[in-house]
């Protein structure tokens, strides 16, 4: 997905190129953010669970038009809207987990099948219902905008990174240092151990779907305002989810963070250089090479003997 | 039924044990219940593209489209069947449906010629696409599928190659109704038998090891890599052949080729099927395309459909409508009594 910045490739004639490099690094920082605040939710019931939820992009699309049923249909204030969307979204992922994936689970592939038909379904099922015009955009949460070394940044952007750093930190502090935490990486490592040492397996899993979908939404209701609500947008967000985590190596939270900010980077500066359009083949690229050159990711290992097969 | 104190117990019907083994048949009767289910199917199949001033052209092309689906869900098939999940069939479809557009809009061949070409040319590329990911297992290869029609068409978008965003149109249509059908029908049912044929032999034999345990493949001394490109390879000529088909069939190639339609409605197609069984999925093709028809005016909610299809059909009944019909035709199933202390016994047989 593309976040646009108020300028255009066209428009780097009328630019110095001192700004122009000032605005591709801070708009890169804004994109890092995007990407990883994103593709958390993935990552985390992934590396917690091994549920490879590819209904992602539909989760992240219903969000949305969740949060823009309760403001606008149902007239909620921002914040009940923002948590009963967030709390609705981590329902549907236990429901989805308890309803069909319980009864494949094992089962690695038909596992995938059934998250992505469902999120095909749910995509397609929007797009039917025709969430797909310029009238669905959700508000900003903070209006207004500063200046930073000539470039322009409103503040729902620096919202965005400060967000995404925060949930980062949190859910690092969460798996590495609480007990749940660790009862589910348990289970995400070996599960007939966890089971042994009494971690229940389909409560885990359950818990790490609804995790998982949680921040999704939230991740939906911060990024969403910045552009429109279109059913490209769903399909986009699992190309990024798909390079952030083939670059940064499954289940590694620094991999994430370090893959975010160099997809980040990429991006901004081929919008800028380039054309908004090539930055779907940045993903392209990134994906093909690393997976030439080194198949685990940047910084993944702990998987690497298991999928390297 | 009251079952309680009762299992279920299913056994092989004696025809079929009979005519198990080909030296055994002895009867008309027996020869027909080992061949009459297949030859019924090829026999429908060979005759209705005749049957034109019956059914309408409507109809045969439907029979069309199901064939070219049917070829995409073998392709599928196949690829499940060495452990590999693909979420895109529509990049088999889309390399097919572009190269025949390209070698006949750019040098004038006729379809004869391009549809044979683009069949390999479409599966050399889609090889060599999906080579770097054939080094990892797991997911990498389904996100690695359905991530490619998407950003192909992004592609072709951003570069404009290829007739960007409007297509190739105009391009020389094939011969006649008939033929064409003649065509894939035939197409279809050489690869419904061809796998399965192909799975027999000792080669399939080590396709399939590496789907149940690819460890004990490498440590039997095959290159899995190698192994998993060729079956990429053998996977991509049907779904190539099937885009470049029904390109030269539409007469236009453009960026629907690679839609959510072509990758959603094989795989739904499989999996109502029967994964694993050929046959089955060319059964499930048959099944949803008319379905799929009778659902046009639904337009997006069509897909929305397949989807829960899908999801239904991998919870009730994984085993998929053909192997369950293959276990009806073969096997009884009846209710016997429990002996004393069945507990035990229950278990075992459960286990068994």
Request: proline share 16%; glycine share 10%; no cysteine.
């Given at each position: 997905m593309w976040v646009a910045p108020p300028l255009k490739g066209g428009s780097n004639k009328i630019m110095g190129s001192d700004a122009l490099i000032y605005s591709v690094l801070i708009y890169g920082l804004v994109n890092g953010a995007v990407i990883m605040l994103t593709s958390l939710g993935f990552s985390l019931t992934f590396g917690l669970s091994g549920v490879a939820n590819l209904a992602h992009g539909g989760i992240y699309l219903l969000s949305g038009c969740l949060a823009w049923i309760l403001l606008n249909?149902?007239?909620?204030?921002?914040l009940p809207a923002a948590v009963i969307t967030m709390v609705l979204a981590g329902l549907l992922g236990a429901g989805v987990y308890w309803l069909v994936l319980q009864r494949v689970r094992g089962l690695a592939l038909s596992e995938m099948i059934v998250t992505f038909t469902i999120g095909i379904g749910i995509l397609e099922f929007l797009r039917w219902a025709g969430f797909v015009t310029y009238d669905f955009n959700l508000p900003v949460i903070i209006k207004g905008s500063l200046t930073i070394a000539g470039v322009i940044v409103d503040y729902q952007r620096l919202l965005v990174i400060g967000v995404g750093v925060l949930i980062a930190v949190l859910l690092w502090f969460f798996s590495h240092h609480t007990k749940i935490g660790l009862a589910l990486r348990g289970m995400a490592q070996d599960e007939y151990t966890a089971l042994s040492v009494g971690i229940d397996s389909d409560w885990a899993a359950a818990l790490s779907m609804a995790l998982g979908h949680m921040i999704v939404a939230m991740a939906a209701i911060m990024i969403l305002p910045l552009g429109l609500i279109s059913i490209n947008v769903g399909y986009d967000v699992l190309t990024m989810v798909l390079a952030v985590t083939i670059l940064g190596g499954l289940e590694s939270t620094a991999g994430l963070t370090l893959a975010s900010l160099i997809l980040g980077y990429a991006t901004a500066a081929t919008g800028m250089y380039?054309?908004?359009?090539?930055t779907q083949v940045v993903y392209l690229a990134a994906i093909v090479l690393v997976l030439a050159l080194r198949p685990s990711g940047l910084?993944?290992?702990?998987k690497e003997l298991e999928e390297r097969v | 039924m009251n079952e309680a104190g009762y299992r279920r117990e299913r056994l092989d019907r004696g025809i079929k044990v009979r005519t198990d083994d080909i030296f055994a048949l002895s009867s008309y009767r027996e020869i027909l219940y080992l061949t009459l289910p297949r030859l019924a199917a090829i026999a429908a199949l060979l005759v209705f593209p005749l049957l034109k001033g019956v059914t309408g052209i409507y109809w045969q092309n439907v029979v069309l489209t199901a064939c070219t689906i049917a070829l995409l869900a073998l392709s599928w098939d196949l690829l499940h069947s060495v452990g590999l999940v693909s979420l895109g069939q529509a990049i088999f479809f889309g390399a097919g449906a572009y190269a025949t557009g390209f070698f006949s809009q750019h040098f004038g061949w006729p379809p004869l010629v391009t549809i044979p070409l683009a069949t390999a040319v479409g599966a050399i590329f889609c090889t060599v696409l999906l080579y770097p990911v054939l080094r990892l297992r797991g997911i990498y290869f389904a996100l690695i599928t359905f991530a490619m029609p998407l950003l192909l068409t992004r592609v072709i978008e951003a570069t404009k190659i290829l007739g960007g965003n409007v297509g190739m149109s105009g391009l020389p249509p094939l011969s006649d109704t008939p033929l064409d059908l003649y065509l894939i029908i035939t197409v279809m049912l050489i690869c419904v038998f061809g796998f399965r044929r192909l799975f027999d032999t000792d080669y399939g034999l080590v396709l399939k090891a590496i789907r149940e345990n690819d460890r004990s493949v490498m440590a039997a001394g095959f290159d899995l890599q190698w192994y998993r490109t060729q079956a990429v390879f053998i996977a991509a000529i049907p779904g190539a052949f099937a885009g470049a088909f029904l390109t030269h069939y539409y007469q236009f190639a453009g960026l629907?080729?690679?839609?959510i339609e072509y990758s959603i409605l094989p795989l739904a197609s499989a999996i109502v099927g029967g994964p694993g069984s050929f046959s089955g999925v060319a059964l499930g093709a048959f099944m949803l395309v008319p379905l799929s028809e009778a659902l046009r005016s639904f337009g997006n909610l069509r897909v929305v459909i397949y989807s829960i299809v899908v999801v239904v059909f991998i919870v009730i009944l994984p085993e998929g409508v053909f192997n369950y019909l293959q276990r009806k035709y073969y096997q009884i199933e009846r209710l016997v009594p429990m002996e004393e202390g069945g507990n035990g016994q229950r278990a075992n047989i459960a286990g068994s």
């Open positions: 249909t149902l007239g909620l204030p921002f380039l054309n908004p359009q090539w910084l993944g290992k702990f | 629907p080729a690679f839609s």
